[in-house]
Nanobody, 122 residues
Framework: QVQLVESGGGSVQAGGSLRLSCAAS????????MAWFRQAPGKEREFVAA??????TTRYSDSVKGRFTISRDKNTMYLQMNSLNREDTAVYYC?????????????????WGQGTQVTVSS
């Protein structure tokens, strides 16, 4: 079993920045890709970014590419979010348990964090 603990959510004004963290523990952690998803009210959960177990390969959704940066350091994954806008307001979820090449769908991931709220004003 893999356990995920998130932190870093909060409120920020449009144009601002925020960094999310996800601490993972459990066996075979370094063989799993890790990813961020988000879900806004009334919308389906959507893919944000993913990173391979070694941190050498990343993937981003078109909506965040160039603004967000995913990184990985040992058992912790980060999502640096810059130039935030109101469309980024959502609950952000950390996920793992899939290979990096898996489909960027929530159904591809076996383990999830509790979610952390990101609210962008104006």
């Amino acid at each position: 079993q893999v356990q995920l603990v998130e932190s870093g959510g909060g409120s920020v004004q449009a144009g601002g920045s925020l960094r999310l963290s996800c601490a993972a523990s459990g066996r075979t952690f370094n063989t799993y890709a890790m990813a961020w998803f988000r879900q806004a009210p009334g919308k389906e959960r959507e893919f944000v970014a993913a990173i391979s177990w070694g941190g050498g390969t990343t993937r981003y959704s078109d909506s965040v590419k160039g603004r967000f940066t995913i990184s990985r350091d040992k058992n912790t994954m980060y999502l640096q979010m810059n130039s935030l806008n109101r469309e980024d307001t959502a609950v952000y979820y950390c996920a793992t348990g899939a290979r990096f090449g898996a489909s960027p769908s929530p159904n591809s991931y076996d383990y999830w964090g509790q979610g952390t709220q990101v609210t962008v004003s104006s």
